[in-house]
């Protein structure tokens, strides 16, 4: 039963929410073993139905990913009408219905910086083929409420019995909002519109901001204000400077969130990012090696024109654009271009991969998100040709060279309206979703997708590390900890602890091609290698800066020679939505590994000897005497 809170109990209702941190606080633990292996790396595997078609997906705990579809004719029920909630869990492939009353249409999503989820806004109560119903207040056929001005909350659990509850509504109504959780563990909620269409105007956008919990009315953004009519979902990112990232239309800016000032950056080249473009975005990995500069990457969308958003006309068969680039908004104002794709795609989500890769997956080489009933859409389609191919983008790799097809296999389901995608713990890849149509059809050309997948990357099948002594709360600075692995964790090398990197990811609220605050941060670690072929790695908390990794819930990884151990979910910062602590950085102790015959240490980066002949000299030393080998060097 989803549960109906007034505005009055709200304060309450968060204060409840903090006992959801409450899991974190906990002794030190270790990374779980080894995943079942899958069939095949570099390819998809059907793992279960979705019950509710995949408009809108998140992980929210270790096991469980949870799901949402808009108002619909899905054909689960739940108390007398069509789910279109639901709980996939990772172990056991089932599926759970859940109930939300108010309509989830394309709302937006985020994690508070106490574990709690939030989904806001969506659209008016609606009857068959999503048209107007004759109540907003519930009634046949789907006793839907309005959801406009809807902020639900979940607390997520493995227990199965967790439900999305309700509390006091925004005081303006938001259809395609962006969210982004912000240093304080609160979330600001950006733009939308009123009751929505393919593309925005004046006489129903919301070209304002909030915050949640309240920080007073919404506040007016002049880029939404001044990029219709293709403002709908803003392309926001929190940014280490403490700024907002906001990319609308064709314009970009930097947002002072304390003065309410935002400042132009340079109009974003070569093509539409934001929806109905769709093109894929991300905030590149931030690490020790960039010091923490974020770079925020684009690819795809589509080229068309702002005058052409309003006019009738073959949109399914419109190339799609296969540029890239990037901007680091907190050095430069100005975009760079990068690799393009090897085919233009709209609608292909980017996710961050523990090893520091992106993969992109879903949407197709013409066309535009959405759906209509008009003369020239592919049964309601607005795009065509599907991609089933993923591919990978490599940061590392030399210019020109850093996308890669080579060895993928294809899904055979298309992907493209509707669809979304979410990291796993075990490092695979939860896809679901794809519905451009107005209600459900599983007979369309591109119909209504209940078949969930998991993508495997190519680490999957190797043998994964197994750190022990990970932490389940990160803060902002302080004393380091030390997680240790053994030889078989360092796949028989204790050289290996060299290119170990400790991973905290969090996986985002994945809708309409964007994974919303979905981040990736590197720890600064050194290393001791010990006589046995262990290690140990000493590893700083999160940087004393809150606008790297916002508070709330995230992965924990330990990457070693590119493998990733399974994530295991961690707190950042206090668990609660407050003012984090920013404490002094203890320092690390230096790198190095110690010899296996005397324990003396040789510091990393140092040593000129090769492995073969570190074991020659203690071959040496042992059967010829310590002087002798000296003389023999």
Same mark, same amino acid.
């Given at each position: 039963?989803?549960?109906? &809170?007034?505005?009055?109990?709200?304060?309450?209702?968060?204060?409840?929410?903090?006992?959801?941190?409450?899991?974190?606080? !906990?002794?030190? +633990?270790?990374?779980?073993?080894?995943?079942?292996?899958?069939?095949?790396?570099?390819?998809?595997?059907?793992?279960?139905?979705?019950?509710?078609?995949?408009?809108?997906?998140? !992980?929210?705990?270790?096991?469980?990913?949870?799901?949402?579809?808009?108002?619909?004719?899905?054909?689960?029920?739940?108390?007398?009408?069509? =789910?279109?909630?639901?709980?996939?869990?990772?172990?056991?492939?089932?599926?759970?219905?859940?109930?939300?009353?108010?309509?989830?249409?394309?709302? *937006?999503?985020?994690?508070?910086?106490?574990?709690?989820? !939030?989904?806001?806004?969506?659209?008016?109560?609606?009857?068959?083929?999503? #048209? $107007?119903?004759?109540?907003?207040?519930?009634?046949?056929?789907?006793?839907?409420?309005? *959801?406009?001005?809807?902020?639900?909350?979940?607390?997520?659990?493995?227990?199965?019995?967790?439900?999305?509850?309700?509390?006091?509504?925004?005081? %303006?109504?938001? @259809?395609?909002?962006?969210?982004?959780?912000?240093?304080?563990?609160? &979330?600001?909620?950006?733009?939308?519109? %009123?009751?929505?269409?393919?593309?925005?105007? =004046?006489?129903?956008?919301?070209? %304002?901001?909030?915050?949640?919990?309240?920080?007073?009315?919404?506040?007016?953004?002049?880029?939404?204000?001044?990029?219709?009519?293709?403002?709908?979902?803003?392309?926001?990112?929190?940014?280490?400077?403490?700024?907002?990232?906001?990319?609308?239309?064709?314009?970009?800016?930097?947002? #002072?969130?304390?003065?309410?000032?935002?400042?132009?950056?340079? #109009?974003?080249?070569?093509?539409?990012?934001?929806?109905?473009?769709?093109?894929?975005?991300?905030?590149?990995?931030?690490?020790?090696?960039?010091?923490?500069?974020?770079?925020?990457?684009?690819?795809?969308?589509?080229?068309?024109?702002?005058? +052409?958003?309003?006019?009738?006309? #073959?949109?399914?068969?419109?190339?799609?654009?296969?540029?890239?680039?990037?901007?680091?908004?907190?050095?430069?104002?100005?975009?760079?271009?990068? /690799? $393009?794709?090897?085919?233009?795609?709209?609608?292909?989500?980017?996710?961050?991969?523990?090893? *520091?890769?992106?993969?992109?997956?879903?949407?197709?080489?013409?066309?535009?998100?959405?759906?209509?009933?008009?003369?020239?859409?592919?049964?309601?389609?607005?795009? /065509?040709?599907?991609?089933?191919?993923? !591919?990978?983008?490599?940061?590392?790799?030399?210019?020109?060279? +850093?996308?890669?097809?080579?060895?993928?296999?294809?899904?055979?389901? $298309? +992907?493209?309206?509707?669809?979304?995608?979410?990291?796993?713990?075990?490092?695979?890849?939860?896809?679901?979703?794809?519905?451009?149509?107005?209600?459900?059809?599983?007979?369309?050309?591109?119909?209504?997708?209940?078949?969930?997948?998991?993508?495997?990357?190519?680490?999957?099948?190797?043998?994964?590390?197994?750190?022990?002594?990970?932490?389940?709360?990160?803060?902002?600075? *302080?004393?380091?900890?030390?997680?240790?692995?053994?030889?078989?964790?360092?796949?028989?090398?204790?050289?290996?602890?060299?290119?170990?990197?400790?991973?905290?990811?969090?996986?985002?609220?994945?809708?309409?091609?964007?994974?919303?605050?979905?981040?990736?941060?590197?720890?600064?670690?050194?290393?001791?290698?010990?006589?046995?072929?262990?290690?140990?790695?000493?590893?700083?908390?999160?940087? $004393?800066?809150?606008?790297?990794?916002?508070?709330?819930?995230?992965?924990?990884?330990?990457?070693?020679?590119?493998?990733?151990?399974?994530?295991?979910?961690?707190?950042?910062?206090?668990?609660?939505?407050?003012?984090?602590?920013?404490?002094?950085?203890?320092?690390?102790?230096?790198?190095?590994?110690?010899?296996?015959?005397?324990?003396?240490?040789?510091?990393?980066?140092?040593?000129?000897?090769?492995?073969?002949?570190?074991? @020659?000299?203690?071959?040496?030393?042992?059967?010829?005497?310590?002087?002798?080998?000296?003389?023999?060097?």
């Amino acid at each position: 039963m989803l549960l109906l &809170i007034s505005p009055k109990q709200t304060e309450s209702a968060l204060a409840l929410c903090l006992l959801c941190a409450a899991g974190y606080v !906990l002794a030190a +633990r270790n990374a779980p073993g080894q995943p079942k292996r899958a069939m095949k790396v570099n390819a998809f595997e059907l793992v279960g139905n979705s019950i509710a078609s995949g408009q809108q997906v998140f !992980l929210g705990t270790e096991d469980k990913v949870y799901i949402i579809d808009k108002t619909e004719n899905n054909p689960t029920q739940i108390n007398g009408h069509p =789910a279109w909630a639901a709980e996939w869990s990772a172990s056991s492939k089932q599926t759970r219905p859940m109930e939300v009353i108010t309509n989830t249409f394309c709302a *937006g999503g985020s994690v508070l910086g106490n574990g709690t989820w !939030l989904n806001v806004g969506g659209n008016q109560a609606v009857t068959y083929g999503g #048209d $107007p119903a004759a109540s907003q207040f519930g009634g046949a056929p789907y006793n839907d409420l309005d *959801g406009g001005q809807s902020i639900r909350m979940l607390n997520p659990c493995d227990s199965g019995d967790c439900n999305w509850f309700l509390v006091a509504p925004m005081t %303006t109504r938001r @259809w395609y909002p962006t969210l982004a959780t912000l240093q304080d563990g609160s &979330i600001i909620i950006v733009g939308g519109c %009123t009751f929505g269409d393919y593309v925005n105007n =004046a006489g129903q956008s919301n070209p %304002t901001y909030e915050f949640f919990p309240s920080r007073g009315p919404p506040i007016l953004s002049p880029i939404i204000q001044n990029t219709l009519p293709v403002n709908l979902y803003p392309l926001i990112w929190v940014l280490p400077s403490g700024k907002l990232f906001i990319q609308s239309g064709w314009k970009t800016v930097l947002l #002072d969130m304390d003065k309410n000032i935002e400042t132009p950056l340079q #109009d974003m080249p070569d093509a539409v990012r934001v929806y109905p473009a769709s093109a894929g975005n991300t905030m590149l990995p931030l690490t020790p090696d960039n010091n923490y500069t974020a770079s925020i990457m684009f690819c795809g969308g589509s080229n068309i024109s702002t005058e +052409r958003w309003t006019q009738q006309w #073959d949109i399914p068969h419109w190339p799609a654009s296969s540029s890239c680039v990037q901007i680091t908004p907190d050095q430069s104002p100005n975009y760079v271009e990068l /690799d $393009p794709l090897p085919e233009g795609r709209t609608m292909g989500n980017l996710i961050l991969l523990p090893d *520091g890769r992106v993969l992109c997956l879903n949407g197709a080489k013409t066309g535009t998100a959405g759906y209509g009933n008009t003369s020239f859409t592919i049964g309601q389609s607005y795009a /065509d040709q599907p991609h089933f191919t993923p !591919l990978m983008y490599d940061p590392k790799a030399p210019a020109n060279k +850093r996308w890669s097809l080579d060895g993928f296999s294809s899904s055979i389901i $298309p +992907r493209m309206y509707h669809s979304a995608a979410t990291l796993l713990p075990d490092g695979s890849v939860f896809v679901a979703g794809s519905n451009p149509n107005s209600d459900v059809n599983t007979t369309a050309p591109y119909p209504t997708e209940y078949r969930i997948e998991r993508f495997y990357p190519s680490y999957y099948n190797q043998r994964r590390p197994e750190p022990q002594g990970l932490p389940n709360q990160l803060s902002y600075g *302080g004393s380091y900890f030390n997680v240790s692995l053994t030889l078989a964790d360092l796949f028989g090398n204790v050289d290996s602890i060299q290119t170990a990197k400790v991973i905290v990811m969090r996986t985002g609220f994945s809708t309409h091609t964007m994974n919303m605050g979905m981040r990736s941060v590197q720890l600064q670690s050194s290393f001791t290698g010990n006589i046995d072929g262990s290690a140990v790695l000493h590893v700083n908390q999160l940087p $004393p800066n809150a606008g790297i990794m916002p508070p709330g819930p995230a992965l924990l990884f330990v990457v070693v020679n590119g493998v990733p151990s399974i994530g295991i979910q961690v707190m950042c910062g206090s668990g609660k939505i407050e003012k984090q602590s920013m404490l002094p950085v203890q320092s690390l102790p230096t790198s190095g590994i110690n010899s296996q015959q005397t324990g003396q240490q040789q510091v990393s980066g140092t040593s000129f000897l090769t492995h073969s002949a570190k074991n @020659w000299l203690v071959f040496v030393m042992k059967y010829v005497g310590a002087v002798s080998a000296i003389l023999f060097l």
